[in-house]
């Protein structure tokens, strides 16, 4: 991968915290929610409830297709990422535990809240690893895209 569109990738995904995720449906149908997220490289983490449709979803297919962007004030200032990965259920309590430290990271320290984080056990928490990225930035161009796939 280029190292350009490398760095480009890393800063959107350390500038945004939000992702929508399309999991497959047992009847073939996909299913898009918003999620929280947190990342290691390229590498994706996420939380959801263990009787959640997402979970079941992915029991099912490990495929997803996920899209990370913001609102641009300006036409010709959107930027984003849409991926087509899969996810695991990340297992280790190791992994777990530091995914769970690190989620909160993404947002600002805000005065008086205190938000307990759910334990390993109580949910579950998907790896998800991109096997190609499409790189959206219209400051190059209308729609432009650069297409990239993810060697392992």
Not at 6 to 26: C, E
Request: proline share 5%; net charge neutral; charged share 25%.
């Amino acid at each position: 991968m280029d190292e350009g569109i490398r760095r480009k990738i890393l800063k959107l995904l350390d500038q945004n915290r939000i992702m929508t995720i399309a999991t497959v449906r047992p009847d073939g149908w996909p299913q898009a929610t918003t999620v929280g997220y947190a990342n290691k490289g390229l590498l994706l983490y996420f939380l959801c409830g263990k009787a959640s449709q997402k979970a079941a979803n992915l029991a099912h297919d490990d495929r997803v297709s996920l899209t990370i962007g913001h609102d641009a004030s300006q036409l010709m200032q959107i930027e984003g990422l849409s991926m087509a990965a899969r996810a695991e259920a990340v297992t280790d309590q190791s992994e777990a535990e530091k995914v769970l430290a690190e989620l909160p990271n993404k947002y600002p320290r805000q005065t008086g809240l205190t938000i307990a984080m759910p334990k390993p056990e109580d949910i579950r928490i998907f790896r998800v690893t991109p096997t190609v990225i499409s790189v959206l930035d219209y400051s190059k161009g209308f729609g432009h895209t650069d297409l990239v796939t993810v060697e392992r």
